[in-house]
């Protein structure tokens, strides 16, 4: 085939070519959109099941989803020395700062800059101005309180 004869011009299929390739970038838009949007989505849902268990009133589950260890009674010593359960039911039971947790909210989520590799997740706790911020750590979703 040369250049004399060249196949005929097909409008029909110039503007399939083109429907693809711009449905192609919308979708890729689109997903990378999505993907900025629900980047902590893994950590605020760590933090929405503790506060459901708050709400439930299962301490034990609470800290063990703290803990990021749903067996933690089978080897309570292992957490006996940072963060023993009696001091997390200090902080977070009926007579904690926040009292009995009636409802939650997250509010907002972000990096923590100078700690490294964790979310700040910050949830509304019974309707109160300031919110609760949870540490969540990415790779092994413990929770502490921020450093920052």
């Given at each position: 085939m040369s250049l004399l004869n060249a196949p005929d011009y097909d409008p029909a299929k110039e503007?399939?070519?083109?429907i693809k390739i711009g449905l192609t970038v919308l979708?890729?838009?689109l997903a990378a959109l999505l993907g900025w949007l629900y980047r902590y989505w893994p950590e605020e849902r760590v933090a929405d099941r503790f506060f459901t268990a708050l709400e439930q009133?299962?301490?034990?589950?609470a800290y063990g989803l703290w803990e990021n260890?749903?067996?933690w009674k089978q080897h309570p010593e292992k957490y006996a020395k940072d963060?023993?359960?009696n001091e997390?039911?200090?902080d977070w039971g009926l007579g904690g700062e926040w009292g009995v947790v009636k409802t939650h909210k997250i509010k907002a989520s972000g990096n923590c800059r100078p700690a490294g590799t964790g979310v700040v997740v910050e949830v509304i706790v019974n309707d109160r101005v300031e919110p609760a911020r949870l540490y969540?750590?990415?790779k092994d979703k413990t929770m502490s309180f921020p450093p920052c």
């Open positions: 503007r399939r070519r083109n979708f890729v838009l009133r299962e301490f034990e589950k260890d749903p067996n963060y023993p359960f997390f039911y200090r969540i750590d990415k």
